[in-house]
Every structure is written in structure tokens, then in C-alpha cells.
T-cell receptor, first 113, second 113 residues
């Protein structure tokens, strides 16, 4: 019930294209869904997050789409750039319980020039 | 401090030696987490401290691993009798009240030779 499944494991996109990474969760009590971005040699950094009271959140070129009934959420990177090449992790938690995040397995994104 | 600070940034040790890794969380963050990340892999949860509550040690892989935290400040992760399979990046993160977005340090890269 605590798992978060992430796909694909790796993704190659051309510059200017749309990158889409998907996550599915099992625990319906989860109420906070962040995405983290990790560059080589660095720790993951919070990129964008959503709570289930909205179906979409957009920040610049990054959008989270959330489907509560399907228990799925996805990250869309519009106009992908080579600088977006990194590993992306989705995560989920029941925020008010003081529990910890459950992370997906990660997606290695490569954006070719 | 402004961010989560980890030391050392790199550590090379001989098999069988003990190592201590240090994490300085963001001031005021009550929650502190340790994760392990093997090369090209995801985030493996190790241990979670939340205020004065008993730590969640459910991710520690063996009794060679232990961690301490004094109050809401510095934490040390100790690995005794290191093995080659312990080679990885050890990441520390902190957050406010155990909820919401984590701030990760840059990690300690441990190499056991």
C-alpha cells in the first residue's frame, strides 16, 4: 500500500519536445505529491508539488497532472531543454500524519540538442 | 544554515573499518532523513527522525548501520565493519514538522575498497 510506481525508467527526448513521466500510487490516504529533480553529483531538489484538491498545477514549463480516481499523477515538461537532463523522482505521503515520503524508482531524462 | 550540509563529501575507507557520516539540517527543521543511493539507482530509505519521537529505523539494512540525532540538530550515520556493498552516496534531508518538501544535502560518496 505504500508503493509508488514510476515509469519510464529512462526517457530520451529531442530539444523542444514534451517529456512525460508517470507515477501511480496505491495508498488513497496520500495527500501530497511532489516531484524532485536530481543532477549528477547533487542531492534531489524539490521541483513542483500538488495536493489532490486540484487536477493540475503549472509552474513555468513544468506541469503536474493529477487523476485522483485513477490514483495516478504525471510530470509534463514542455519545450524540453538539454539543461533539463536529470533524474526525476515522484513521491507521495500523507502529509498530516508526519510520515515520510515514499519515492518512485526514478526516471533518467536525456534531452538531446 | 541556508541548506543541509553533509560531511565529508567523499570518503574512501578500507573494508572492515568503521565510518561516520555527518548531517547538519536546516535550522528549525524538526524532521531528518537518511537515504542511500547506489550508482544509477533510486533512493533507499534508511532512517527518519521526527522531533523527540522514537526514530523510524525500518530501512536500516543491517545491525552494522546506526544513526543518532541530538535534539533537532546534527545527525551522524555510523556504518561499522564496512563492506564493499556499502559503497554508495548517502543522502541526508530535512523538513519542517515532518511534512512537505524535503531539502536534501549533496550527499557523502562512500567508497569501500
Amino acid at each position: 500500500q505504500q508503493q509508488v510506481k514510476q515509469s519510464p525508467q529512462s526517457l530520451i527526448v529531442q530539444k523542444g519536445g514534451i517529456s512525460i513521466i508517470n507515477c501511480a500510487y496505491e495508498n488513497t490516504a496520500f495527500d501530497y505529491f511532489p516531484w524532485y529533480q536530481q543532477f549528477p553529483g547533487k542531492g534531489p531538489a524539490l521541483l513542483i508539488a500538488i495536493r489532490p484538491d486540484v487536477s493540475e498545477k503549472k509552474e513555468g514549463r513544468f506541469t503536474i497532472s493529477f487523476n485522483k480516481s485513477a490514483k495516478q499523477f504525471s510530470l509534463h515538461i514542455m519545450d524540453s531543454q538539454p539543461g533539463d537532463s536529470a533524474t526525476y523522482f515522484c513521491a507521495a505521503e500523507k502529509e498530516t500524519s508526519g510520515s515520510r515520503l515514499t519515492f518512485g524508482e526514478g526516471t533518467q531524462l536525456t534531452v538531446n540538442p | 544554515g541556508a541548506g543541509v550540509s553533509q560531511s565529508p563529501s567523499n570518503k574512501v575507507t578500507e573494508k572492515g573499518k568503521d565510518v561516520e557520516l555527518r548531517c547538519d539540517p536546516i535550522s528549525g527543521h524538526t524532521a531528518l532523513y537518511w537515504y542511500r543511493q547506489r550508482l544509477g539507482q533510486g533512493l533507499e530509505f534508511l532512517i527518519y527522525f521526527q522531533g523527540n519521537s522514537a526514530p523510524d529505523k525500518s530501512g536500516l539494512p543491517s545491525d552494522r548501520f546506526s544513526a543518532e540525532r541530538t535534539g533537532e540538530s546534527v545527525s551522524t550515520l555510523t556504518i561499522q565493519r564496512t563492506q564493499q556493498e556499502d559503497s554508495a552516496v548517502y543522502l541526508c534531508a530535512s523538513s519542517e514538522r515532518g511534512t512537505g518538501g524535503y531539502t536534501f544535502g549533496s550527499g557523502t560518496r562512500l567508497t569501500v575498497v
